[in-house]
């Protein structure tokens, strides 16, 4: 177990790194906002096609198998793009990159519901993915100073020898459970019950409200501080890191919270504060409001993921898992490839800002009342009670 928490931390450390220095390092070498906007596309479409089927494929050989390819991959063109910045390979690589990118995260959940049973799944799964905040502090602060002092390239190479050097973690993890399934049964839902179905059908149309909201500025948080406050790559990274850091700490107690105020409670807040928060967004232009408020929305939303991967895969069956995961991420990336486009089109129009946030806050508010339908009929459920019910004192 241990040795998979290592393998998360260093790998998701040289994706923060990787996330916060790519777009920098694009504007540095000349491309327009309207460039990268369409990069970032092409990337969520990788992640929503090659995503699914790394998915598929996790499930029919083995995540750990996948895991190592990915990383591979996701080096290699990470060192192609430094070394051969032209226009061509960067669209043909943003094919596939995004697949690689992403897929890391859907297989180790998915490998953390193998290992794991109903009562020590909530705590792990909030570890990990503390350990995967907590990474990205690091990170962001890793590829500003690193970016400022030695160059944007020079941090993408370091980015991408760490996520090699994650795998010597990784070939010592225990190899999830592979079942002799065929292509054809994977995507069967014949043998789920009507509970089930419930879950995995509000859970992805969850996953599509919140993957549009949250495309219109996630994944430009460095180019929106340097677009609205000239922010420096080190000064961008801190600001980052604090925002990574609170859905760190938060996603690490997020077990010992939900069994204390109770998991649905817990959710139902946390996305409640996220709507105002996305609002003001729209109007406050002082940089250090800006990013404290910036920080609490990214707290707020993230800290929670723990506990809602934690529900949504124990109602899943284990060797449909990884597949369901790529089925979610396959949404939440096609999502996301369409606002990007939109940040593209309207970030660069008189006050295109305000617009980009009230439209994201109108999303995550329609996702609030998914989130409440989806809990309904699970609230006095056996399995969702073990969860997160509290320690006998």
């Known amino acids: 177990m241990y040795k998979l928490l290592y393998y998360t931390f260093l790998s998701s450390l040289a994706q923060s790194t990787y996330r916060i220095v790519f777009n920098l390092f694009l504007r540095d070498i000349g491309y327009s906002n309207t460039f990268i906007s369409h990069i970032t596309s092409l990337e969520m479409l990788s992640s929503a096609f090659l995503g699914l089927i790394i998915g598929v494929l996790g499930d029919k050989y083995g995540k750990k198998l996948m895991l190592i390819i990915s990383s591979i991959s996701f080096a290699s063109i990470t060192f192609l793009r430094v070394l051969f910045p032209l226009e061509n390979v960067l669209i043909y690589t943003a094919l596939i990159n995004g697949g690689f990118l992403t897929s890391r995260m859907l297989l180790l959940n998915a490998l953390i519901v193998d290992i794991t049973n109903h009562d020590n799944r909530g705590k792990v799964f909030g570890y990990n993915f503390g350990i995967f905040m907590g990474s990205g502090v690091l990170g962001n602060l890793t590829g500003g100073i690193v970016g400022d002092f030695f160059g944007l390239s020079t941090a993408m190479i370091i980015t991408g020898i760490a996520h090699l050097s994650s795998n010597i973690f990784l070939l010592s993890v225990k190899e999830s459970n592979k079942d002799n399934i065929g292509i054809r049964n994977i995507f069967n839902i014949g043998d789920f019950d009507k509970t089930q179905l419930h879950i995995l059908?509000?859970?992805?149309?969850?996953?599509?409200?919140?993957?549009?909201?949250?495309?219109?500025?996630?994944?430009?948080g460095n180019v929106i501080f340097k677009d609205l406050f000239n922010m420096q790559p080190t000064m961008i990274g801190i600001a980052l890191a604090i925002a990574q850091f609170g859905a760190s700490l938060g996603s690490v107690f997020s077990s010992k919270i939900s069994k204390r105020f109770g998991a649905y409670n817990y959710m139902w807040i946390m996305n409640i504060l996220v709507v105002p928060l996305l609002i003001s967004f729209a109007f406050v232009r002082d940089p250090y409001i800006f990013t404290a408020l910036y920080a609490l929305r990214f707290s707020f939303m993230n800290m929670t993921n723990p506990v809602s991967s934690t529900i949504v895969m124990s109602y899943i069956p284990k060797n449909k898992t990884t597949t369901v995961s790529g089925i979610r991420n396959f949404l939440n990336f096609i999502a996301?490839?369409?606002?990007?486009?939109?940040?593209?089109?309207?970030?660069?129009?008189?006050?295109?800002?305000?617009?980009?946030?009230?439209?994201?806050?109108?999303?995550?508010?329609?996702?609030?009342?998914?989130?409440?339908?989806?809990?309904?009929?699970?609230?006095?459920?056996?399995?969702?009670?073990?969860?997160?019910k509290k320690s006998k004192t």
Do not use: C, Q
Request: no cysteine; net charge positive.
């Open 336 to 388: 996301r490839s369409v606002s990007a486009l939109v940040f593209g089109y309207l970030s660069v129009i008189s006050n295109g800002y305000t617009y980009l946030f009230l439209i994201s806050a109108s999303f995550y508010f329609i996702s609030l009342i998914i989130l409440k339908i989806m809990f309904r009929p699970i609230l006095d459920d056996e399995i969702f009670l073990n969860l997160y």
């Open 201 to 220: 059908k509000y859970h992805l149309l969850r996953t599509f409200l919140i993957g549009f909201g949250a495309g219109l500025f996630v994944n430009f």
